[in-house]
């Protein structure tokens, strides 16, 4: 028996184990959603925008290494996938978009609603194609699949309205098998490697997400140097925990410890990253990178071995080739360093903190309301949390404190708009994790400007009783653009946020909602939060002052700040007269 255009696309996303589709729903998509409504593999998960939907569908794929699937209707509904398929595009994850579009025998003519979805999605995807004939299906889904999961990245497939409930002829099952493949450097190139360094008295790794699932290989390859590990922010998850070789990350969010463990390496070992501030990798240095890309080697700092291949099979080729054993110390430095940094944050992060001799010098510059640490809510939740939680965080300063307070213990999964840097990942990411389990818990480091700009999918936790733990950091500012703004000696403008109480905004739609105002209170509410069964909003008041220091403070950098804290001083005087 023949199956329509529909009912062949539903069947076969089932047959590749999706589980959920995302997406709004309209006249394009009608026979789509019908077909969905007949699934029982397949759950139709209506958002209350596409770009929440993308973000979901996004944020399984990178939590499962498989396909997530949102669906866009004709014109505007497509339109608004766009933000979400650019962080999955830029997170190097498989996503199948499925777009609407106007009937056949309209398209080409400007009518009502048509965009050409094939050229607005060419920057974003792998593989684009608009089906023309029900024939075409197999074929068309077939590659947009196999582009997708081979070059994790994201496929846009379009279906006119007029097209998903005509019968396909000679239907056939579309196949979408890829073969596993591993691959390792020539030996000559990891001689190469392996002479520099066994050359050197002082390596550091940088180690990126692409090595995660190497995870055995890197920590006896660090051993094996004595290496102190640089993380970027996405291999937190896989290599923080029980790791006696790392030391944080880099970067604006990072510590003075991983800055130092760079600067004073003779040679640096790249694996699996690529890291894309230019600006923090250490000049002058021998540098061997490896990863799977090749076009990713010598993109951001030059290079001098290149090892294309993936990193546990090229890390092994190494380990063989390794002569003698080189001395602790400069892992040793690296490793006191970090530690006594990290516990100078901790002692930040106590609620109480403000109450201590220091802790009173410190809050008459910085927080002279006494409003609740930013550092005291992120060591809350990490005490709090499960071992097993997966976090997701805005873009801005609820990263900076996920990434210094969090610890990835257990095994805690860690998502964030991290390569394309959107505001409002964090709550529609969270939604796409809970979706995968219901009973694993799932926690949201939400900003406050990033929860109000897609404050609308707040209803779609609410209707599928999904229990994240939406955590605000109520700062009442953009705050990463304020403290840019600072840096560069600009007084703050534009950055203020005029909120509602986000706790009582959960309550009108059917959500627990908790707003904590003063430090006293913030433990008990964190746990209130914690305890609470079906999603909860925990609203905190943070202080919207909070400094957070790069690794690498530089005169420049100081001058500023205290120039524009004079102005913004001045301008506030000249308004109270």
């Given at each position: 028996?023949?199956?329509?255009?529909?009912?062949?696309?539903?069947?076969?996303?089932?047959?590749?184990?999706?589980?959920?589709?995302?997406?709004?729903?309209?006249?394009?998509?009608?026979?789509?959603?019908?077909?969905?409504?007949?699934?029982?593999?397949?759950?139709?998960?209506?958002?209350?925008?596409?770009?929440?939907?993308?973000?979901?569908?996004?944020?399984?794929?990178?939590?499962?290494?498989?396909?997530?699937?949102?669906?866009?209707?004709?014109?505007?509904?497509?339109?608004?996938?766009?933000?979400?398929?650019?962080?999955?595009?830029?997170?190097?994850?498989?996503?199948?978009?499925?777009?609407?579009?106007?009937?056949?025998?309209?398209?080409?003519?400007?009518a009502f609603q048509e965009v050409d979805n094939d050229l607005l999605f060419r920057d974003v995807a792998v593989y684009r194609a608009?089906?023309?004939?029900?024939?075409?299906?197999?074929?068309?889904?077939?590659?947009?699949?196999?582009a997708a999961l081979a070059r994790k990245g994201v496929a846009v497939l379009t279906v006119p309205a007029d097209l998903g409930d005509?019968?396909?002829?000679?239907?056939?099952?579309?196949?979408?098998?890829?073969?596993?493949?591993?691959?390792?450097?020539?030996?000559?190139?990891?001689?190469?490697?392996?002479?520099?360094?066994?050359?050197?008295?002082?390596?550091?790794?940088?180690?990126?997400?692409?090595?995660?699932?190497?995870?055995?290989?890197?920590?006896?390859?660090?051993?094996?140097?004595?290496?102190?590990?640089?993380?970027?922010?996405?291999?937190?998850?896989?290599?923080?925990?029980?790791?006696?070789?790392?030391?944080?990350?880099?970067?604006?969010?990072?510590?003075?410890?991983?800055?130092?463990?760079?600067?004073?390496?003779?040679?640096?070992?790249?694996?699996?990253?690529?890291?894309?501030?230019?600006?923090?990798?250490?000049?002058?240095?021998?540098?061997?990178?490896?990863?799977?890309?090749?076009?990713?080697?010598?993109?951001?700092?030059?290079?001098?071995?290149?090892?294309?291949?993936?990193?546990?099979?090229?890390?092994?080729?190494?380990?063989?080739?390794?002569?003698?054993?080189?001395?602790?110390?400069h892992l040793d430095r690296a490793r006191d360093r970090f530690d006594k940094w990290y516990r100078s944050q901790l002692k930040l992060?106590?609620?109480?903190?403000?109450?201590?001799?220091?802790?009173?010098?410190?809050?008459?510059?910085?927080?002279?309301?006494?409003?609740?640490?930013?550092?005291?809510?992120?060591?809350?939740?990490?005490?709090?949390?499960?071992?097993?939680?997966?976090?997701?965080?805005?873009?801005?300063?609820?990263?900076?404190?996920?990434?210094?307070?969090?610890?990835?213990?257990?095994?805690?999964?860690?998502?964030?708009?991290?390569?394309?840097?959107?505001?409002?990942?964090?709550?529609?990411?969270?939604?796409?994790?809970?979706?995968?389990?219901?009973?694993?818990?799932?926690?949201?480091?939400?900003?406050?400007?990033?929860?109000?700009?897609?404050?609308?999918?707040?209803?779609?936790?609410?209707?599928?009783?999904?229990?994240?733990?939406?955590?605000?950091?109520?700062?009442?500012?953009?705050?990463?653009?304020?403290?840019?703004?600072?840096?560069?000696?600009?007084?703050?403008?534009?950055?203020?946020?005029?909120?509602?109480?986000?706790?009582?905004?959960?309550?009108?739609?059917?959500?627990?909602?908790?707003?904590?105002?003063?430090?006293?209170?913030?433990?008990?509410?964190?746990?209130?939060?914690?305890?609470?069964?079906?999603?909860?909003?925990?609203?905190?008041?943070?202080?919207?002052?909070?400094?957070?220091?790069?690794?690498?403070?530089?005169?420049?950098?100081?001058?500023?700040?205290?120039?524009?804290?004079?102005?913004?001083?001045?301008?506030?005087?000249?308004?109270?007269?």
């Open positions: 028996m023949a199956r329509t255009v529909a009912h062949v696309l539903v069947d076969s996303l089932a047959q590749l184990k999706v589980r959920q589709v995302f997406g709004v729903v309209g006249d394009a998509l009608n026979p789509l959603t019908d077909a969905l409504s007949r699934s029982d593999d397949l759950e139709w998960v209506g958002c209350r925008h596409e770009e929440a939907a993308a973000f979901a569908a996004g944020a399984q794929s990178q939590l499962t290494g498989t396909l997530g699937v949102c669906m866009g209707t004709v014109g505007p509904g497509s339109v608004h996938l766009l933000n979400g398929l650019y962080d999955a595009a830029k997170s190097h994850t498989p996503v199948l978009a499925i777009a609407g579009q106007v009937p056949l025998a309209e398209m080409g003519s400007d608009t089906i023309t004939a029900p024939d075409q299906l197999p074929v068309m889904l077939e590659n947009a699949v196999r005509r019968e396909v002829p000679h239907d056939r099952a579309p196949r979408f098998a890829l073969p596993p493949s591993s691959s390792r450097p020539d030996d000559p190139v990891l001689d190469g490697a392996a002479e520099v360094l066994n050359a050197a008295e002082r390596v550091t790794l940088l180690v990126g997400t692409g090595a995660r699932h190497a995870r055995t290989d890197v920590l006896e390859f660090a051993e094996r140097l004595a290496a102190p590990m640089v993380l970027t922010l996405k291999a937190k998850e896989g290599f923080e925990d029980d790791n006696p070789y790392q030391v944080g990350q880099t970067g604006l969010i990072g510590n003075p410890a991983a800055a130092k463990a760079l600067d004073d390496a003779e040679v640096l070992v790249l694996l699996g990253t690529d890291f894309p501030y230019r600006e923090w990798y250490p000049a002058g240095k021998k540098v061997i990178q490896v990863d799977l890309a090749p076009e990713h080697i010598g993109r951001r700092v030059p290079v001098d071995v290149a090892l294309v291949g993936d990193v546990g099979p090229t890390v092994r080729g190494l380990l063989g080739r390794l002569t003698g054993q080189p001395g602790t110390s992060a106590v609620p109480g903190h403000d109450q201590g001799l220091i802790g009173k010098a410190r809050a008459t510059l910085d927080n002279r309301d006494h409003l609740i640490r930013p550092e005291a809510l992120a060591r809350a939740v990490d005490e709090a949390a499960a071992d097993d939680a997966v976090f997701t965080s805005d873009t801005g300063m609820a990263t900076v404190w996920l990434s210094r307070f969090i610890q990835m213990r257990g095994t805690r999964r860690l998502l964030g708009s991290y390569n394309l840097g959107s505001m409002a990942n964090a709550m529609p990411q969270a939604l796409g994790a809970q979706f995968l389990d219901r009973d694993r818990q799932v926690v949201a480091f939400c900003g406050d400007g990033g929860l109000s700009m897609l404050l609308g999918d707040l209803m779609t936790l609410r209707t599928y009783r999904l229990p994240v733990k939406l955590v605000v950091f109520d700062n009442r500012r953009l705050g990463m653009v304020k403290l840019e703004q600072e840096q560069a000696g600009l007084p703050e403008f534009g950055t203020e946020l005029d909120n509602p109480d986000f706790a009582a905004v959960a309550r009108a739609l059917g959500i627990t909602g908790i707003r904590v105002t003063d430090p006293v209170d913030l433990t008990d509410g964190v746990r209130e939060a914690f305890d609470t069964d079906g999603p909860v909003l925990l609203d905190v008041l943070t202080n919207p002052d909070e400094i957070s220091l790069p690794p690498k403070p530089t005169a420049k950098q100081g001058w500023g700040f205290a120039m524009a804290k004079a102005k913004e001083f001045l301008r506030s005087e000249g308004d109270a007269g």
